[in-house]
């Protein structure tokens, strides 16, 4: 399935949009992960820990929007975005949003 | 005594931020300014048009980032804070994250035989900070898509 985060795929036309597709996850930091990063934090530079995450939750979302554009019958989603937001202070939302389409080759 | 041995404690978290902070950062900096040189030949822009070579369909990518700053850096950023004025600490911090995490999308795109990135989206994520603010941390999530220029661009 061919995913993107423009409105158009050079070398394709859209035949057909069916609609908006849509995958969340929410995600709480273990103990362990915290205390780790927070030992890091006193010298700075990334938190692995956090990274490793954010990655984990990322591909989680993506992967229940592009279930639901499969379900669709899509074989491309265009134009996908995320969005993020604290739900308590140790929890947060990773939410990913895209258009399902049909794809055929230009020309 | 207990007051003592708290300010001891800060004095020490602030000292170890401090020495061994600026060397990461150091080392930070001559990493990222050697990356960039060696992907400079990826094109990157935040246009959502682009003039792709259409026998290489083009491909979304993602970075995610945290970083942390290191406890003397937070406390400087707390004292200008109080007294107001750019927190220039913490915007140096930021700037290499978001150096960091455009890297990460240059290399991930050329792996994967793209040589640009159109549509660049680099926003700081929502993590749920501590409330107290001891651990400053910035998220970031990137996004681009990856493809091949027209041969005429290269």
């Known amino acids: ?107 | 005594m207990e007051a003592l041995i708290g300010i001891l404690s800060l004095l020490t978290l602030m000292f170890v931020g401090w020495f061994w902070g600026a060397r990461r950062r150091a080392r930070h900096r001559e990493s990222l300014s050697a990356r960039e040189q060696a992907l400079k030949h990826v094109c990157v822009s935040n246009s959502k048009h682009y003039a792709a070579s259409p026998h290489h369909a083009p491909r979304l990518i993602n970075v995610e980032l945290v970083w942390g700053i290191d406890r003397f850096q937070a406390f400087l950023g707390a004292v200008t804070n109080f007294f107001g004025g750019e927190l220039t600490s913490v915007a140096e911090v930021m700037g290499r994250a978001r150096r960091e995490a455009l890297l990460r999308l240059k290399a991930q795109a050329e792996a994967s035989g793209y040589d640009a990135l159109a549509n660049l989206r680099l926003e700081t994520a929502d993590i749920g900070n501590d409330p107290q603010q001891r651990d400053l941390k910035v998220a970031l999530l990137g996004s681009a898509t990856a493809y091949r220029r027209l041969r005429a661009d290269r």
């Not at chain 1, 103990?31 to 984990?56: H, M």
């Not at chain 1, 499969?70 to 990773?94: C, D, F, H, M, P």
């Open chain 1, 1 to 107: 399935m061919i995913v993107v985060n423009t409105e158009t795929v050079a070398g394709y036309r859209i035949e057909r949009v069916l609609g908006l597709v849509q995958g969340n996850t929410v995600r709480a930091k273990n103990f362990g992960r915290d205390f780790l990063a927070g030992l890091k934090n006193i010298v700075g530079g990334e938190l692995s820990e956090y990274t490793e995450l954010l990655t984990e939750s990322r591909q989680q979302a993506t992967q229940r929007m592009l279930d639901e554009a499969q379900r669709l019958g899509a074989n491309a989603v265009i134009n996908v975005r995320y969005s993020t937001s604290a739900v308590t202070a140790g929890a947060a939302e990773l939410y990913a949003y895209g258009t399902a389409v049909t794809l055929i080759p230009e020309g």
